[in-house]
C-alpha cells in the first residue's frame, strides 16, 4: 500500500507562481512513475505531467513550458513547479504513483486563481 499527500495548493494570481508537492509513504520501494492530474469544476480529470523513477518526463500539451515536474527518490516526493498561471489552471491536482501492486491516487489540493 502507498499513501499520497499533496501540498502546495492555494490562491495564486493569474501569472503568478505555485510549487505543488506530493509525499508518498507505505511501499515506497516499489514506486514507479509518479506525476499530476487535475480536474476543473464540471470537467473530467486529465493528465498535466508524468516522472519516471529515472527522471524521463513526459507533458500535457496545455502545459506549452510552463510547468516543471521534478522527483526526489530518496525523499519519495514528486513536485510540479506551475509558472505563469493562467484562469484554466484553477482545479484539484492530484498526485498518482504507479507501484509494483498497482496505482494509487491522493486526496488532491486545490488550486484556485484570483484576479
Known amino acids: 500500500q502507498v499513501q499520497l499527500v499533496e501540498s502546495g495548493g492555494g490562491l495564486v494570481q493569474a501569472g503568478g507562481s505555485l510549487r505543488l508537492s506530493c509525499v508518498a509513504s507505505?511501499?515506497?520501494?516499489?514506486?514507479?512513475?509518479m506525476g499530476w492530474y487535475r480536474q476543473a469544476p464540471g470537467k473530467q480529470r486529465e493528465f498535466v505531467a508524468g516522472?519516471?523513477?529515472?527522471?524521463?518526463?513526459k507533458y500535457a500539451d496545455f502545459v506549452t513550458g510552463r510547468f516543471t515536474i521534478s522527483r526526489h527518490n530518496a525523499k519519495n516526493t514528486v513536485y510540479l513547479q506551475m509558472h505563469s498561471v493562467q484562469p484554466a489552471a484553477t482545479a484539484a491536482y492530484y498526485c498518482?504513483?504507479?507501484?509494483?501492486?498497482?496505482?494509487?491516487w491522493g486526496q488532491g489540493t486545490q488550486v484556485t486563481l484570483s484576479f
Open positions: 507505505g511501499s515506497t520501494p516499489g514506486l514507479n512513475g
Open positions: 516522472i519516471s523513477r529515472g527522471g524521463m518526463t
Open positions: 498518482y504513483a504507479c507501484a509494483s501492486d498497482g496505482d494509487y
